[in-house]
């Protein structure tokens, strides 16, 4: 089925896309997809350190889910979730100036020749219902941030025009 013939129109990053919703991929699809590594320490501060600065800048983040009953959570509940995530090897930034949720995975890509576990981060951006577009891999998490940050990029121009 090509992507006009589903004739449904469906919010991803915020722009409107002619999409079937049957191509893309739920986190469930994307987790059973990928092997996954556990987020260590250093990761989990890195996240919070970039994100950090993207509060300092103005924009209106946090790590959970696309959820208007996780809006505003108690600490308690960040936490949790953050923690479960993390175990997982899921970090959750959720833009509500955007409507979209960029998924940052944690996945396995192999060994060097020393014998280290080496590792990616896949990209997705995520709509309120849960679908995922896939936006690539990349290297190191600061990275992971450029893809929500275009989208900040084309929203400014947007507005300027």
């Not at 696309?66 to 809006?71: F, I, K, N, Q």
């Not at 100036?97 to 060097?112: Q, S, Y």
């Given at each position: 089925?090509?992507?006009?013939?589903?004739?449904?129109?469906?919010?991803?990053?915020?722009?409107?896309?002619l999409v079937s919703r049957?191509?893309?991929?739920?986190?469930?699809?994307?987790?059973?997809?990928?092997?996954?590594?556990?987020?260590?320490?250093?990761?989990?501060?890195?996240?919070?350190?970039?994100?950090?600065?993207?509060?300092?800048?103005?924009?209106?983040?946090?790590?959970?889910?696309?959820?208007?009953?996780?809006?505003?959570?108690?600490?308690?509940?960040?936490?949790?979730?953050?923690?479960?995530?993390?175990?997982?090897?899921?970090?959750?930034?959720?833009?509500?100036?955007?409507?979209?949720?960029?998924v940052i995975m944690k996945?396995?890509?192999?060994?060097?020749?020393?014998g280290k576990q080496r590792?990616?981060?896949?990209?997705?951006?995520?709509?309120?219902?849960?679908?995922?577009?896939?936006?690539?891999?990349?290297?190191?998490?600061?990275?992971?941030?450029?893809?929500?940050?275009?989208?900040?990029?084309?929203?400014?121009?947007?507005?300027?025009?």
């Amino acid at each position: 089925m090509s992507f006009t013939e589903a004739g449904r129109s469906i919010r991803i990053a915020g722009l409107e896309h002619l999409v079937s919703r049957a191509t893309l991929p739920t986190l469930e699809e994307a987790m059973r997809s990928h092997r996954r590594v556990p987020l260590d320490a250093d990761d989990i501060r890195l996240v919070f350190r970039t994100g950090k600065s993207w509060l300092h800048i103005g924009r209106e983040i946090q790590p959970l889910p696309l959820d208007p009953c996780l809006r505003n959570p108690n600490p308690e509940q960040m936490i949790d979730f953050i923690e479960s995530a993390s175990a997982q090897g899921l970090v959750f930034i959720s833009s509500w100036d955007l409507e979209t949720t960029l998924v940052i995975m944690k996945i396995d890509a192999g060994r060097n020749w020393l014998g280290k576990q080496r590792t990616q981060f896949a990209c997705f951006l995520s709509d309120a219902a849960g679908y995922l577009q896939p936006e690539g891999i990349v290297r190191l998490i600061p990275e992971a941030f450029d893809k929500l940050e275009s989208l900040y990029k084309i929203k400014q121009r947007a507005m300027d025009l």
